[in-house]
């Protein structure tokens, strides 16, 4: 069993044929099609077979997929931990981060690291919640910046900063309390997609006002931001994402119940498997950065 064998299952599984498998590793189908085939005879078991044109993964398959993607992802993270051993400033870091985060908190104290160890290799990698939890989760990322961590995930929590979301709308005579209730009853609510964190605080900031409001589903929060400046309704968004239209009188802060919610950014390590060194290197520099997180006591033994 050679891990060439392993990857290129894998991708037959994830990618659903040879064809589109062979494009992805970029060898021939007659390559993939021979690499599935002397692992399943090293197995024992059929781990695909022929539904008409294509092909199915037996349930043979889809267990031993699991575990060999476990297997190529802890492999990977041990590649990148040894390499990053002897000299941790020309090592590799992968980050995920929530879009909002990446632009308005993570990319700007990111610099700080670049600039002082310029070999090392930096990768973030931009997603929705849950995409960047599921990252953390399955190796392919030493760090995370997002909200608050799943209670089920096997995280630490390394340092926080400030995120404060707000009710935005365009600018208006002052209203009544009951005015505007009536006003955020009546609105389109536009929200962010699900898995989004600030989709799951609209969601709870609406349970508890108990309101059922006319709703727009919108992919990311510049464009949540554009439909409240085109006056489609009201939006929930991060403060610091719209300071600039909020002091030039673009766009209004709705006094809302409720509001303003805290919902600090978290730089988050996972707890099954050690930082590298050039990760550990990275998490500090965040950690130490002007403007950025404060550092969490809980976390400091996975820096040492």
Excluded: K
């Amino acid at each position: 069993m050679t891990l060439n064998q392993l990857r290129t299952f894998v991708a037959v599984v994830d990618c659903g044929s040879v064809r589109m498998a062979a494009e992805q590793l970029v060898v021939s189908q007659p390559a993939v099609s021979g690499a599935v085939s002397s692992l399943a005879r090293e197995l024992g078991v059929d781990l695909v077979e022929r539904d008409g044109r294509g092909l199915r993964v037996t349930p043979a398959g889809s267990a031993f997929a699991a575990a060999a993607r476990s297997c190529l992802h802890h492999l990977d993270h041990g590649v990148r931990l040894a390499r990053s051993v002897e000299e941790p400033g020309r090592g590799a870091v992968r980050i995920a981060a929530i879009a909002t985060a990446a632009e308005r908190l993570l990319l700007p104290i990111l610099a700080g690291f670049r600039e002082e160890y310029p070999e090392a290799e930096v990768t973030v990698q931009v997603g929705n919640r849950s995409d960047v939890w599921d990252a953390l989760r399955d190796y392919d990322v030493d760090l995370v910046v997002a909200g608050r961590p799943p209670s089920s995930a096997q995280v630490e929590v390394l340092g926080q900063a400030s995120n404060t979301l707000v009710v935005v709308g365009l600018p208006t005579e002052r209203r009544s309390r009951a005015d505007t209730m009536r006003h955020l009853a009546t609105s389109t609510w536009l929200l962010r997609e699900d898995g989004s964190g600030t989709r799951s605080a609209t969601d709870e900031l609406l349970d508890h006002l108990r309101l059922d409001p006319p709703r727009m589903v919108l992919g990311s929060n510049g464009a949540v931001e554009a439909a409240v400046l085109a006056g489609f309704g009201v939006g929930l968004l991060p403060l610091g994402a719209v300071r600039r239209r909020l002091t030039s009188g673009a766009l209004a802060r709705v006094d809302c119940p409720g509001t303003p919610m805290d919902r600090p950014w978290h730089l988050v390590a996972s707890t099954v498997v050690d930082l590298s060194p050039t990760a550990a290197l990275a998490a500090r520099s965040l950690l130490e950065a002007t403007g950025g997180f404060t550092p969490a006591a809980a976390g400091r033994r996975l820096l040492r």
